[in-house]
């Protein structure tokens, strides 16, 4: 079980940190992944890191003010989001899967899933 949190209100050029909890499992050989949809629109990949080898990968869109990274030893993965834009608004979701099937950039590839979180980032 994921548990996403640390979503909020914020205004534009602020930051957030969102926290992806997992509990009953250990994402050690997993790879995770945050993705966001907002209203009317697809749910998108945000950044993806695999488990082993720490190594992250980040959508164009927020390459170079988003940062995802883990904590072994609380089985957490966050998501350090830096120069808020209101585009950046959405539902945050974390992700995880152990299989590796599909490219990690794809919602389908990831069968275990957090609830969202809102964020929020105002004008």
């Known amino acids: 079980q994921l548990q996403a949190f640390g979503g909020g209100l914020v205004q534009v050029g602020g930051s957030l940190r969102l926290s992806c909890a997992a509990s009953?499992?250990?994402?050690?050989?997993?790879?995770a992944g945050w993705f966001r949809q907002a209203p009317g629109q697809e749910r998108e990949f945000v950044a993806g890191?695999?488990?082993?080898?720490?190594?992250?990968y980040y959508s164009d869109s927020v390459k170079g003010r988003f940062t995802i990274s883990k904590n072994n030893v609380k089985n957490t993965v966050y998501l350090q989001m830096n120069s808020l834009k209101p585009e950046d608004t959405a539902v945050y979701y974390c992700?995880?899967?152990?299989?590796?099937?599909?490219?990690?950039?794809?919602?389908?590839?990831?069968?275990?899933w957090g609830q969202g979180t809102q964020v929020t980032v105002s004008s």
């Open positions: 992700a995880a899967d152990r299989n590796y099937n599909g490219s990690a950039y794809y919602r389908s590839s990831y069968p275990y």
């Open positions: 009953g499992r250990t994402f050690s050989s997993y790879r």
């Open positions: 890191i695999r488990w082993s080898g720490g190594y992250t």
